[in-house]
């Protein structure tokens, strides 16, 4: 069974703090994701990488990075938090290849104060 | 990039009834089509999906159709049950990416 594991469910941070949410997938997938999900706005693509230390920009990258130095990890940083970055965060991972299916985490809750 | 634009926003039916939720995508190349749904604080999960040579595919309860010269696919639930109630994502991936563009889902509500 893929497991992909986001280390925190539920934060709370203070306006212009550095935050870090960690994504581990267990099952030797090429390609992760890090999605934003908001109400009425469906999941949006932040970033994704399809190999060790290799990065690519999604559609909402500003105010974001990422690492990825691990094959099975991949790290969202938000280097000084915003109110406007409140949300959930989803991890996902899936084998490259048309039609592999993207397994995701089960998101976690940011909140900035 | 790949735009999908996803309706209606929310459905409401009777238990047993059908429901269908409607998706378009802007790329002409994307290739693989895959519907996700997502219970109450869970996480999402795929529920079925589609490449883009095929016009049909069914699952027990759950079909996808696709028309690519419409640029439109759609999920089809029958009989639906109160444990179908969740939001529901359609999803595209465009023939040069790695990612998924999501529609900005529905929210489905069966009614006993």
């Known amino acids: 069974d893929v497991k992909v594991t986001q280390s925190s469910r539920y934060l709370v941070k203070r306006t212009g703090e550095k935050v870090f949410l960690e994504c581990v997938q267990d099952m030797d997938h090429e390609n992760m994701f890090w999605y934003r999900q908001d109400p009425g706005l469906g999941l949006r693509l932040i970033y994704f990488?399809?190999?060790?230390?290799?990065?690519e920009k999604g559609d909402i990258p500003e105010g974001y990075s990422v690492s990825r130095e691990k094959k099975e990890r991949f790290s969202l940083i938000l280097e000084s938090a915003s109110t406007n970055q409140t949300s959930m965060y989803l991890c996902?991972?899936?084998?490259?290849?048309?039609?592999?299916?993207?397994?995701f985490g089960e998101g976690s809750w940011l909140t900035v104060v | 990039g790949e735009n999908v634009e996803q309706h209606p926003s929310t459905l409401s039916v009777q238990e047993g009834d059908s429901a269908v939720i409607k998706c378009t995508y802007s790329?002409?190349?994307?290739?693989?089509f895959p519907w996700y749904k997502q219970e109450l604080g869970k996480r999402p999960q795929l529920i079925i999906d589609?490449?883009?040579?095929?016009g049909e595919k069914k699952d027990q309860r759950i079909a996808v159709t696709l028309n690519k010269t419409a640029k439109h696919f759609s999920l089809h639930i029958t009989e639906t049950q109160p444990e179908d109630s969740a939001v529901y994502f359609c999803a595209a991936r465009p023939h040069s990416g790695y990612a998924l563009n999501f529609g900005k889902g529905t929210s489905l509500l069966v009614t006993p």
């Open positions: 996902a991972s899936n084998l490259g290849g048309v039609g592999n299916t993207i397994y």
């Open positions: 990488s399809y190999d060790v230390k290799m990065k």
């Open positions: 790329d002409s190349a994307s290739n693989y």
């Open positions: 589609i490449r883009s040579n095929v």
